[in-house]
Antibody, heavy 119, light 111 residues
Framework: EVQLVESGGGLVQPGGSLRLSCAASGFTFSNYWMTWVRQTPGKGLEWVGN????????HYADSVKGRFTISRDNAKSSLFLQMNSLRPEDTAVYFC????????????WGQGTLVTVSS | QSALTQPASVSGSPGQSITISCTGT?????????VSWYQQHPGKAPKLMIYDVTKRPSGVSNRFSGSKSGNTASLTISGLQAEDEADYYC???????????FGTGTEVTVL
């Protein structure tokens, strides 16, 4: 069974940093693009960014470009999201998701981890 | 990377069909067949319902179907059931980035 489990969320002050992790199991992690998506409480989904299997291609939403970095460790079946210079508007539930193909469709999702940016 | 435009809410009676629209531009929906649709129940993770405009993942009911015309993609739910009550989001590849962009979301209510 495919499982994705996010961790690392919490309360952080504006300007601070946080690193989210996503532990994958039940499939060959190194065969898939992976994506981060966030959802502001009570609002819609926002695509954050994705990473190719070999880590040689990464794409980011304009809203996080230059502040967030996606990485992965295929040996440990893990995905990461390093978030720097955090802003209150980054407050959201962050989901990791597996890409079905390299066409942006996400067939498995984690349950999400809440990040709150507040002083 | 502006969000794709969806109606805020759509409703229908059990057994009826409803259609949710997702309007983008020639930079996303209009020029790429990489549109997907997600169902999200409160407090749950999204679930993939349609990918590549018209394809259904294994296990998704054939009551769900997707289509596209010009810059607008659509999700049709036929034979509406109480369990279909949820939020629905479209998603498309966009050449602005490159990246992907979600729709604004549609709340489906079964009357």
């Amino acid at each position: 069974e495919v499982q994705l489990v996010e961790s690392g969320g919490g309360l952080v002050q504006p300007g601070g940093s946080l690193r989210l992790s996503c532990a994958a199991s039940g499939f060959t992690f190194s065969n898939y693009w992976m994506t981060w998506v966030r959802q502001t409480p009570g609002k819609g989904l926002e695509w954050v960014g994705n990473i190719r299997q070999d880590e040689n291609a990464k794409h980011y939403a304009d809203s996080v470009k230059g502040r967030f970095t996606i990485s992965r460790d295929n040996a440990k079946s893990s995905l990461f999201l390093q978030m720097n210079s955090l802003r209150p508007e980054d407050t959201a539930v962050y989901f990791c998701a597996r890409d079905l193909f390299a066409t942006g469709s996400h067939d498995h999702w984690g349950q999400g981890t809440l990040v709150t940016v507040s002083s | 990377q502006s969000a794709l435009t969806q109606p805020a809410s759509v409703s229908g009676s059990p057994g009826q069909s409803i259609t949710i629209s997702c309007t983008g531009t020639s930079s996303d929906v209009g020029n790429y067949n990489y549109v997907s649709w997600y169902q999200q129940h409160p407090g749950k993770a999204p679930k993939l319902m349609i990918y590549d405009v018209t394809k259904r993942p294994s296990g998704v009911s054939n009551r769900f179907s997707g289509s596209k015309s010009g810059n607008t993609a659509s999700l049709t739910i036929s034979g509406l059931q109480a369990e279909d009550e949820a939020d629905y989001y479209c998603n498309s590849y966009t050449s602005s980035g490159p990246a992907y962009v979600f729709g604004t979301g549609t709340e489906v209510t079964v009357l």
